[in-house]
């Protein structure tokens, strides 16, 4: 496994990029830690299979450096790199059976026989491929393949890191969370430095130490599942991390209140103080989770009027009014089912203020 660095990487399909929004990736300096469980998290087109591209070497960088372990490999080709990839569609041999499939890349390596056949059925046992094993490729299902494809690409012990780009997209959504915990198990047993890129914020939760989110080219936030759900650092980590996501009020400040729809909400003196030294349009973000619904007026609580609501088994999910405004409330399924209006109270703990965009 290695330490993989980006130092200055940018990349443009453009043979002359102008300005920012001409880079598929704009300037970027991140590092992947050796033995890392790293998810890309981003809507479609945001840049994240570029970058992994960039890593294998399929794509070189317009500027910049990708250095493994201290070594500037930006020049090297993708041979060279000792990457394994897995794509979003099965790359495999129909023709082959899957022992033959999973052992290719060893057998290309000049790996002995037996210590072949020792790391094949150790994969496959992990798949739950065994079975199939003597099976020619041709004759199964779509998800049977896909797992042979990720078998391939974790038969190596000896690559530098293992890139998985959308690859459980033709997978049954029931095998889904199955095959999410057994890479999550692979890793943790041996300790691989694996990049996940996916658009789909679940696999990246469940699967990942480390969510990196992007938008539009840039890296908004790296952190655990926690840290992006709880400290949102970008107004998008909040909105696209959640469901629903992350609410967030126009307000500003008066004293330690900020004031939203000329209503007073009380936020911790802190970050009042940080908010009040702001020349930027702020906004006060807070998760639907966090709020907190009570039928009777209570101190420092705000009046809302609801608008509607959604049973969704677990929690019921409420929309209210404050003024003009529309806000997400999520409500367990042992709580107070509201009527047409309620008391909010925003919790100055879990209460952010976002000063364009980012928060202060």
């Given at each position: 496994m290695a330490r993989i660095e980006f130092k200055g990487l940018a990349h443009s399909y453009l043979d002359w990029p102008q300005e920012a929004a001409d880079y598929a990736v704009r300037h970027l300096d991140h590092v992947w830690e050796d033995g890392g469980a790293y998810a890309l998290l981003g809507p479609s087109g945001c840049g994240k299979t570029t970058l992994l591209n960039i890593i294998s070497g399929l794509i070189h960088p317009s500027r910049g450096k990708v250095i493994f372990d201290g070594e500037d490999v930006t020049g090297l080709p993708t041979e060279q790199r000792n990457i394994a990839?897995?794509?979003?569609?099965p790359v495999i041999y129909d023709t082959m059976t899957v022992f033959d499939n999973l052992a290719f890349p060893l057998r290309n390596r000049l790996i002995d026989e037996p210590e072949i056949r020792r790391r094949v059925h150790e994969v496959a046992e992990m798949l739950e491929l065994e079975g199939d094993l003597p099976k020619r490729a041709r004759g199964l299902t779509a998800d049977a393949k896909q797992?042979?494809?990720?078998?391939?690409?974790?038969?190596?012990?000896?690559?530098?890191?293992?890139?998985f780009d959308e690859p459980l997209t033709v997978i049954d959504p029931q095998l889904k969370w199955h095959l999410r915990r057994k890479l999550k198990q692979?890793?943790?047993?041996f300790?691989?430095?694996?990049?996940?890129?996916?658009?789909?914020?679940?696999?990246?939760?469940?699967?990942?130490d480390q969510v990196v989110v992007m938008n539009d080219g840039e890296v908004l936030q790296t952190g655990t599942p926690q840290q992006l759900f709880e400290q949102p650092s970008h107004k998008f980590v909040g909105f696209f991390i959640g469901s629903p996501g992350m609410n967030f009020l126009p307000c500003r400040f008066d004293g330690d209140n900020a004031i939203v729809e000329n209503?007073?909400?009380?936020?911790?003196?802190?970050?009042?103080?940080?908010?009040?030294?702001?020349?930027?349009?702020?906004?006060?973000g807070i998760r639907?989770?966090?709020?907190?619904?009570d039928a009777a007026m209570t101190p420092g609580a705000v009046q809302v009027n609801i608008d509607?609501?959604?049973?969704?088994?677990s929690f019921t999910l409420v929309t209210a009014r404050i003024g003009a405004r529309l806000i997400k409330i999520k409500i367990p399924e042992d709580g107070l089912v509201?009527?047409?209006?309620g008391w909010l109270t925003f919790p100055p703990e879990q209460s952010l203020i976002y000063a364009a965009g980012e928060a202060i």
């Open positions: 990839q897995v794509f979003q569609f797992k042979i494809s990720l078998g391939r690409g974790l038969v190596r012990s000896d690559v530098s890191a293992i890139l692979i890793h943790e047993q300790k691989l430095t694996l990049i996940y890129v996916t658009h789909d914020q679940n696999e990246a939760l469940t699967f990942a209503i007073p909400i009380p936020l911790s003196p802190e970050m009042a103080a940080r908010a009040r030294n702001s020349r930027k349009k702020l906004e006060l639907p989770e966090f709020l907190q619904f509607d609501m959604a049973d969704l088994g509201p009527g047409r209006q």
